[in-house]
């Protein structure tokens, strides 16, 4: 019997919304387009108010729009910050923050087939812990500068290359990632790249940048 680990799995992408969406009809149609333009493996819903903080009737108003329609497409839907909105809207699962809600926590309250991930920054202590107490998924980054998200700090490539190969709960880059950078990350061990703005403000489009993305994972899948 072979001791080897097997082989790493595609990229895949997963998107993550705008931090705040005007026309929730508008931003439903250009998801549609997105997500018939190429393989994504998730949808998280991160709506932020002017404070910093989850808008928790934003993302009801995005939820109840867009969660049944990612869902029928194959796209697992995860709201950001709240275990608890994400059992009331029918969401897949959570992304827990680096200050939020305990992954064990979470778990208790959405049960074992909720995906529940969490953020570990550039800590690979911070994600072995996560790993050990149930996480689904880490997230690493920020890769590279971003204007999404405050209070990011740098990740570097070696993370997500050492975290490959010592373990088996996946991991995802994140931070100011676009077409144009993501093929490193991609090289180094990202299972999933974790986009926003590199996605809806594509020059061409989300859906471009949809097959764009997927052209890169098909080129470097392993």
Sequence with gaps: MSDKAPPRARTRLYLITPPQIGDVQAFGKSLEDALRAGDV??????LKGQDGMIDMQATRNVGRAVIAMAQEAG??????DSAELAQELGADGVHVGWDDMPVKTARKLLGPDAI?????????HRAMQAGEDGADYVAFGAFYPTATKEGTVPAELELLEVWQAAMLVPCVAIGGITVANAAPLVTAGADFLAV????????EGPAAAVRAFNAIFDELAP
């Design 41 to 46: 493996a998730s949808l998280q819903l991160r």
């Design 116 to 124: 529940i991930g969490a953020t570990a920054k550039n800590s690979y």
């Design 196 to 203: 926003s703005s590199g996605v809806w403000n594509h020059e």
């Design 75 to 80: 796209v697992a839907v995860l709201i950001n």
